[in-house]
């Protein structure tokens, strides 16, 4: 992936460590992801992988190290990081339109802005014709399609998304995925996506970070260079799928 390796690092983790009283549950973990990049994240249950995303959002204290976003210290006031949940976080009093539109109006970008932006990425998602309809009058797949929209469309400095589509049959999750990887593509977003199904982290990453069970450590990282659309029946999508799940599943 020689293109992808000459990117700049976008976000750089260095020695993070987070403990909750005696409990160490991330261990000195250090690395970078470049800009644009798409990342997932790996790992048995229960090795901390909300937390590592909740302590790379800010949204919980670190307890030792430090989290730069083009070279400055992380910030929620200075820099946009965007989190999509596991579970839809639709204003139910609030149209689709408007529940995407919210991160840009609190950003306080100018209305010719968000509606240019909003045309575009309501109908890349396929939004446009439920547009004024409200979170209970859709299905929902669309309320986690309404979720992922609003995070890009504040064309965040980092996208971080906690396992957004684990709630969903397999067929939705299918058609999800390709949407994700469309608005990535022609968004330009760093991204960086928890799941524990490896077969969709090597569906949609171009990286893939395997952590180890608690005290949590990069135990592996995985290239997947495979070209887009993938095709799971592909020998190398396989390879790669059984090589992460071998990672994981023998300690």
């Given at each position: 992936?020689?293109?992808?390796?000459?990117?700049?690092?976008?976000?750089?983790?260095?020695?993070?460590?987070?403990?909750?009283?005696?409990?160490?549950?991330?261990?000195?973990?250090?690395?970078?992801?470049?800009?644009?990049?798409?990342?997932?994240?790996?790992?048995?249950?229960?090795?901390?992988?909300?937390?590592?995303?909740?302590?790379?959002?800010?949204l919980?204290?670190?307890?030792?190290?430090?989290?730069?976003?083009?070279?400055?210290?992380?910030?929620?006031?200075?820099?946009?990081?965007?989190?999509?949940f596991?579970?839809p976080t639709?204003?139910?009093?609030?149209?689709?339109?408007?529940?995407?539109?919210?991160?840009?109006?609190?950003?306080?970008?100018?209305?010719?802005?968000?509606?240019?932006?909003?045309d575009?990425?309501?109908?890349?998602?396929g939004?446009?014709q439920?547009?004024?309809?409200?979170?209970?009058?859709?299905?929902?797949?669309?309320?986690?399609?309404?979720?992922?929209?609003?995070?890009?469309?504040?064309?965040?400095?980092?996208l971080?998304m906690?396992?957004?589509?684990?709630?969903?049959?397999?067929?939705?999750?299918?058609?999800?995925?390709?949407?994700?990887?469309?608005?990535?593509?022609?968004?330009?977003?760093?991204?960086?996506f928890?799941?524990?199904?490896?077969?969709?982290?090597?569906?949609?990453?171009?990286?893939?970070?395997?952590?180890?069970?608690?005290?949590?450590?990069i135990?592996?990282?995985?290239?997947?260079?495979?070209?887009?659309?993938?095709?799971?029946?592909?020998?190398?999508?396989?390879?790669?799928?059984?090589?992460?799940?071998?990672?994981?599943?023998?300690?």
């Amino acid at each position: 992936m020689k293109e992808q390796d000459q990117r700049k690092a976008k976000i750089e983790v260095k020695h993070l460590t987070k403990r909750f009283g005696d409990l160490l549950v991330l261990d000195d973990i250090s690395f970078d992801v470049a800009e644009g990049e798409f990342v997932a994240i790996v790992g048995p249950t229960g090795c901390g992988k909300t937390t590592f995303l909740n302590v790379l959002s800010r949204l919980a204290p670190i307890s030792s190290g430090r989290i730069l976003i083009d070279g400055e210290d992380a910030d929620p006031k200075r820099h946009n990081i965007s989190f999509v949940f596991q579970e839809p976080t639709c204003m139910p009093w609030s149209t689709v339109r408007d529940n995407v539109a919210f991160g840009m109006e609190i950003k306080g970008l100018p209305q010719g802005e968000i509606d240019r932006r909003l045309d575009r990425i309501l109908e890349m998602v396929g939004l446009t014709q439920c547009a004024d309809l409200y979170p209970n009058q859709v299905s929902a797949s669309m309320l986690q399609r309404i979720a992922v929209s609003r995070a890009f469309a504040v064309d965040p400095d980092l996208l971080l998304m906690d396992e957004p589509y684990g709630q969903l049959d397999v067929k939705l999750r299918f058609y999800l995925e390709d949407e994700l990887v469309n608005l990535w593509r022609n968004l330009k977003s760093t991204v960086v996506f928890i799941t524990h199904n490896i077969e969709e982290a090597v569906y949609v990453a171009e990286r893939i970070l395997v952590l180890s069970p608690k005290p949590t450590t990069i135990k592996a990282e995985i290239k997947v260079d495979l070209p887009r659309p993938r095709d799971f029946m592909d020998p190398e999508f396989i390879r790669i799928r059984k090589q992460v799940t071998d990672l994981i599943r023998w300690w």
